[in-house]
T-cell receptor, first 115, second 111 residues
């Protein structure tokens, strides 16, 4: 398996459920990202990890909780979400996260629907 | 705050014609400008990027131009083909590890 892999590809959950999204990269990159993609809106950066350390948290509600156990794996734990959180969640990685000038490799995304 | 405006939101061109997508940015410190292509149901992928020390970059049928004074940059696709149909996103480097993204342009290639 190469590139950036995300699971599950589709997830439907109720507002009281707890679920997790998983991302794995096989590129030897040192930085990983979570983005939220909603229709006709710019990509929203949620979290950035560099060498397993969180370096950016873009005022994301606490119902989203990231976890980066090592430089190859990234999780997004979901708890008591709202219907407006329904979106495509994209994971990405880059060689470094020194600045914004990084080439991103994206995963295929996890389509989340909150009922 | 930092922002990137992209237009048009939808662009329909005849196969074989050229397509131009434009973006403007607000942060004069931005020095890196990538373009990503996202086909329907697929992941965004980098197609071309440019840094602020260069005014133009070309890769086969695609080119990007940058005007730092006016703070705008454009994507040019020549001899469009059906496989060019996708949503294209521009971005500009911002502060703190961020890329500031445009809202996307849906490019439709008419046969």
């Amino acid at each position: 398996e190469t590139g950036v892999t995300q699971t599950p590809r589709h997830l439907v959950m109720g507002m009281t459920n707890k679920k997790s999204l998983k991302c794995e990269q096989h590129l030897g990159h040192n930085a990983m990202y979570w983005y939220k993609q909603s229709a006709k809106k710019p990509l929203e950066l949620m979290f950035v990890y560099s060498l397993e350390e969180r370096v950016e948290n873009n005022s994301v509600p606490s119902r989203f909780s990231p976890e980066c156990p090592n430089s190859s794996h990234l999780f997004l734990h979901l708890h008591t979400l709202q219907p407006e959180d329904s979106a495509l969640y994209l994971c990405a990685s880059s060689q470094e996260a020194i600045s914004g000038a990084n080439v991103l490799t994206f995963g295929a995304g996890s389509r989340l629907t909150v009922l | 705050g930092e922002n990137v405006k992209q237009h048009p939101s939808t662009l329909s061109v005849q196969e074989g014609d050229s397509a131009v997508i434009k973006c403007t940015y607000s942060d004069s410190a931005s020095n890196y400008f990538p373009w990503y292509k996202q086909e329907l149901g697929k992941r965004p992928q980098l197609i071309i990027d440019i840094r602020s020390n260069v005014g133009e970059k070309k890769d086969q049928r695609i080119a990007v131009t940058l005007n730092k004074t006016a703070k705008h940059f454009s994507l040019h696709i020549t001899e469009t083909q059906p496989e060019d149909s996708a949503v294209y996103f521009c971005a500009a480097s911002g502060s703190n590890y961020q890329l500031i993204w445009g809202a996307g342009t849906k490019l439709i290639i008419k046969p």
